[in-house]
């Protein structure tokens, strides 16, 4: 049931207006924390107003402006858009308070802060935009605001960063733009408010080419190998511009698009006929292997996070590629499950960066005896993306590997078991690392990161065991997959 909310529009306007207040407030630095906490409560609230409503099937539409009659800049609460939304709403929140700790000594805090909130924004109208040509906006719009971001500290290295992150992502929002414009002249529309919208008399190579351009723009922000190289190069970003990058925003943003270029704009019956997304099954489980074995190398700390994002995130392309209802439910659940371990696993390392300066993981022998509420957290993220049964991780992985065994492909079920495998080949030295090799000096004292570092850690670390251990629970996150997942296959 579709009803006519203003909410739905007020929830990316929020940002809006707070980067706007953040901007004015100039160095104040008590208006610009408290124009950040504020904004980030009240659009958490306003999601989670829906919430109800939305478990229960209602659709929230707002038609702001029509360009031309058919073509406007709407918006559309769904389910597959409140997942992301809650996901991306309760993130904010968690990450500004961190972000205040983290930046506290930084230069150039009101440009930080401001373009943070701009990224939220934008985030949430990708998650509610009601077709192509408003996702295409908002995924434009993150490209800009995330730059400053990514070159916060100036320094030859970041601006290289960014260049190469620029060069990257518009070059994905011109394949976007360019997909939007030819599904629009395919199908006499641009909407996502149904389960697919091309018909297979548009000819099986114009529809191929489409769907290769349509990957090939939301597949850089989702770091789909090849396209991944922009995202190991921003990690000289500021540790909570990383998390936002890797958790929050840009690249679950590349994911969120393909999710709707499967199940929105193609839809499960065409594409099982025209059998395009059997490949891109195959390079998402490619990606998930040789990015995990990437990351086995890597010392520094952000680096072979970066590389398991890239792995982690080919989560969610397989499940949707697979083109079943357990798959597509893996997929979308893999959204938060995926967010809140990585965003503790990057809080984590921030909070070893600001507290001693270590910034790789040979540097970290002893440091769970010193911080071992931060390191405990690791601990926790670290078990979820192995796979272990009542955290977040092992949630996606079996209804990953169930949808796998419905699609009769049965050799996803050893991809998942490799990646287990692989996943504890790089977390579980580091953990042994902190735990059981002795620390440098003698005495050794309980020095854990300010409160609030340590705070949004060690929360994100509980939503983690609660996304895993309460799955089943009516009315929670998983729910809300199981609604969406329920439009897309007309159950």
């Known amino acids: 049931m579709d009803v006519v909310d203003a909410r739905a529009a007020l ?18 630095t008590f208006w610009r924390r408290f ?23 209602v659709v929230y539409t707002f038609e702001l402006v029509e360009f031309t009659p058919g073509v ?26 961190y972000a205040i700790g983290y930046m506290e000594r930084e230069p150039n805090r009101r440009r930080f802060f401001g373009f943070f909130a701009l990224c939220v924004s934008t985030t949430v109208g990708v ?17 800009i605001c995330t730059y400053p971001l990514v070159i916060h500290e100036e320094t030859p290295e970041a601006m290289k960063a960014g260049r190469k992150y620029l060069a990257y992502t518009l070059t994905a929002g011109a394949f976007v733009l360019l997909g939007s414009i030819w599904t629009y002249q ?24 489409l769907f ?12 789909i190998m090849p396209l991944h190289g922009w995202l190991p190069s921003a990690m000289v970003a500021p540790t909570p511009v990383s998390a936002l990058l890797h958790a929050v925003a840009v690249v679950k943003v590349g994911a969120f698009g393909i999710l709707r270029t499967i199940y929105n704009v193609f839809g499960v019956a065409l594409l099982k006929e025209l059998g395009v997304c059997d490949w891109l099954a195959a390079l998402a489980a490619f990606t998930i292997l040789a990015a995990s074995v990437i990351a086995i190398f890597q010392d520094n700390f952000k680096r072979r996070l970066a590389f398991s994002t890239v792995s982690q995130l080919s989560y969610i392309v397989l499940g949707a590629a697979l083109l079943t209802p357990l798959a597509a439910t893996a997929a979308i659940v893999h959204i938060a499950n995926q967010a809140f371990a990585k965003i503790t696993m990057f809080f984590v390392a921030g909070a070893i960066q600001r507290t001693t300066g270590k910034t790789t993981i040979h540097e970290l022998a002893g440091i769970g005896y010193r911080m071992p509420y931060t390191m405990g957290a690791f601990t926790v993220a670290a078990l979820s993306f192995i796979g272990v049964p009542l955290f977040a991780g092992f949630v996606t992985k079996w209804y990953l590997s169930l949808g796998a065994l419905e699609a009769d492909a049965w050799w996803y079920v050893v991809i998942m078991l490799a990646s287990s495998l692989l996943n504890a080949a790089y977390w579980l030295p580091v953990i042994y690392t902190a735990f059981f090799k002795p620390p440098p000096g003698t005495n050794v004292e309980v020095h ?29 996150p998983l729910s809300l997959a199981q609604a969406a997942v329920t439009f897309v296959f007309g159950m």
């Open 448 to 476: 854990e990161a300010r409160w609030t570092l340590l705070v949004p850690t060690l929360a994100c670390a509980v939503y983690v065991i609660f996304l895993g251990s309460t799955a089943s629970v009516p009315g929670m």
């Open 35 to 57: 124009f950040s906490i504020s904004a980030a409560l009240f659009k958490l609230g306003i999601v989670m107003s829906m919430l109800p409503g939305a478990l229960k099937g």
């Open 186 to 209: 395919l199908a006499g529309t641009m909407t996502l408010s149904q389960p697919g919208i091309l018909s297979i008399e548009s000819g099986r190579t114009t529809l191929t080419a």
């Open 212 to 223: 290769a351009c349509l990957i090939a723009g939301f597949g850089v922000k989702a770091a």
């Open 72 to 97: 406007a800049l709407a918006f559309r609460a769904d389910a597959l858009g409140m997942f992301f939304s809650v996901v991306s709403s309760t993130l904010w929140l968690l990450t500004t308070i």
């Open 127 to 143: 998650a509610f935009a009601e077709n192509l040509l408003t996702m295409f906006l908002f995924y434009e719009s993150l490209t």
């Open 11 to 28: 929830a990316p306007a929020v940002s809006l207006v707070c980067a706007a207040l953040v901007f004015a407030a100039a160095d104040h």
